[in-house]
């Protein structure tokens, strides 16, 4: 069974300072790996995604994630926080090699506070 | 990017009326959708999957008599919650995929079901 670890409940930093929100992963095969983030009340939005090719992905509203496969890892990052950041993040993974491949398994979440 | 469209996005009921969630994908075939129920604090726990004109298929521990799922078409799906009680409140979120090539899933907004 696939599974994804989110050691972090909260994790605080300072509007301007770099962000990391940790996730590693567990799945037999090749992994597919996801960030989404959550606003309160809302859906889910799509940051990026890790399918193959280079290990750095670049997403939206400046987020950049690593792909460390002898971890097991795929941190989230940010170079520079804004007070809009704050939200919920959510990593997930999903494997096309098993059954029921297609399904995402997510982490608890990681609640992410830019203090201004 | 792909939209899915969830309706109502909040919702009242009385015990023991049935509550209709609509999911619709508006510009993208959605071969398979998901349904997701998240609590207060907690990560997304898939419910069931559906692929467009077969039944769902339900995760362990989920009654499938009182969560329906139809999925009808290929822009539409329909959770039912039957017979709503308290404890089914949650807020709900589906998701669609566009299938054999799936590396991507779009969310809806969600839906926030209030039972009282």
């Known amino acids: 069974a696939q599974s994804v670890a989110q050691p972090e409940d909260q994790v605080n930093v300072a509007e301007g300072n770099p962000l990391t929100v940790k996730c590693t992963y567990s799945?037999?095969?090749?992994?597919?790996l996801f960030w989404y983030v959550q606003y309160p009340n809302r859906g889910l939005q799509f940051l990026l995604k890790y399918i193959t090719g280079d290990n750095l992905v670049k997403g939206s509203y400046g987020f950049e994630a690593e792909f460390n496969k002898s971890q097991t890892s795929f941190h989230l990052k940010k170079p520079s926080a804004l007070v809009s950041d704050s939200a919920l993040y959510f990593c997930?993974?999903?494997?096309?090699?098993?059954?029921?491949?297609?399904?995402?398994?997510f982490g608890k979440g990681t609640k992410l506070s830019v203090i201004p | 990017g792909a939209v899915v469209s969830q309706h109502p996005s909040r919702v009242i009921c009385k015990s023991g009326t049935s509550v209709k969630i609509e999911c619709r994908s508006l510009d993208f075939q959605a071969t398979t959708m998901f349904w997701y129920r998240q609590f207060p604090k907690q990560s997304l726990m898939l419910m069931a999957t559906s692929n467009e004109g077969s039944k769902a298929t339900y995760e362990q521990g989920v009654e499938k008599d009182k969560f329906l799922i139809n999925h009808a078409s290929l822009t539409l799906s329909t959770l039912t919650v039957t017979s709503a009680h308290p404890e089914d409140s949650s807020f709900y979120i589906c998701?669609?995929?566009?299938?054999?090539?799936?590396?991507?899933?779009?969310f809806g907004q969600g839906t926030r079901l209030t039972v009282v």
């Open positions: 997930a993974v999903s494997s096309p090699s098993g059954a029921g491949s297609y399904q995402l398994t």
């Open positions: 998701s669609a995929s566009q299938g054999a090539s799936y590396t991507e899933a779009f």
């Open positions: 799945v037999s095969g090749n992994p597919y």
